[in-house]
Nanobody, 115 residues
Framework: QVHLVESGGGAVQAGGSLRLSCAAS????????MGWYRQAPGKPRELVAA???????NYADSVKGRFTISRDNAKNTVYLQLNSLKPDDTAVYYC?????????WGQGAQVTVSS
């Protein structure tokens, strides 16, 4: 079974940083395209960042230059470094595993950014 577990969320002030981690199991991680979604209250889910098995990355315009997605295949873990955080970044962040047929995601990690 696909299992994705996020960690590292928390509350910070604007301008601060957090690092989210996602531990994956039940997949061939080294061949998997991974990413992070976020969803804020009353707003649609947004794809924040994605990374291929080869390390190519894509970012939403809203986070480009501030967030960095990375992966450690030896640890079956994908990370999201969140820098220069803004209140608009407040959301639940979900780790995702993309396949041809469907996407899988974890339980989410809350990120709260205060003014």
């Amino acid at each position: 079974q696909v299992h994705l577990v996020e960690s590292g969320g928390g509350a910070v002030q604007a301008g601060g940083s957090l690092r989210l981690s996602c531990a994956a199991s039940g997949i061939i991680f080294s061949l998997s395209r991974m990413g992070w979604y976020r969803q804020a209250p009353g707003k649609p889910r947004e794809l924040v960042a994605a990374i291929t098995s080869g390390g190519s990355t894509n970012y939403a315009d809203s986070v480009k230059g501030r967030f960095t997605i990375s992966r450690d295949n030896a640890k079956n873990t994908v990370y999201l470094q969140l820098n220069s955080l803004k209140p608009d970044d407040t959301a639940v962040y979900y780790c995702s595993h993309f396949t041809a047929g469907r996407d899988y995601w974890g339980q989410g990690a809350q990120v709260t950014v205060s003014s």
